[in-house]
């Protein structure tokens, strides 16, 4: 029974020695004691916001290649703006950053614009070495999209520099 209590009076004495060595910014650490009152956590340091969901369509130009639909083009623009995280690189309105190109021109640096087959292997496998940009794409950008969700934002990319709007 003796050495619990020992035991017992040892950390009490153990956390009353560290509370008082403990000094935040210059400041004696609070008391232990039932005198000191709850002070509320620090706020968390402030994050960039996230783009809010995107609700509008894109324009769809004439003549998809085969395979793609107005539906995929837009569900590509939400992905684009949202999971797929393209923005944060290429930009909210898609016309590129010291990052990323701009893909609302017909400007091609890392594919065949021409061939939305060249789209989806491009986001799919990344750009390890881009022509004109500081640092490697990843590959899906980084992101965890699906192969089905990277067909949608190729569709999206390749609207974007035939005509479409961001």
Known sequence: MR???WTRWIAVAALAAVAAG???GGEEAPSTTAETTAEAPAPAPEQPAAPAPTTTTAAVPANLPPGVTAD???Q???IF???GNCYTCHGMDAKGTTLAPDLTDNQYLNLD???YNAYVTLI???VPQPKQHPAPMPPKGGSNITDEQVKAV???EWALSHGGTP
């Open 124 to 126: 799919t496998n990344g």
């Open 154 to 156: 190729a569709a999206y």
């Open 22 to 24: 403990c000094k935040k």
């Open 72 to 74: 995929m083009i837009n």
């Open 113 to 115: 614009g021409n061939d």
């Open 76 to 78: 590509g623009r939400e």
């Open 81 to 83: 703006h949202g999971a």
């Open 3 to 5: 050495s619990v209590e």
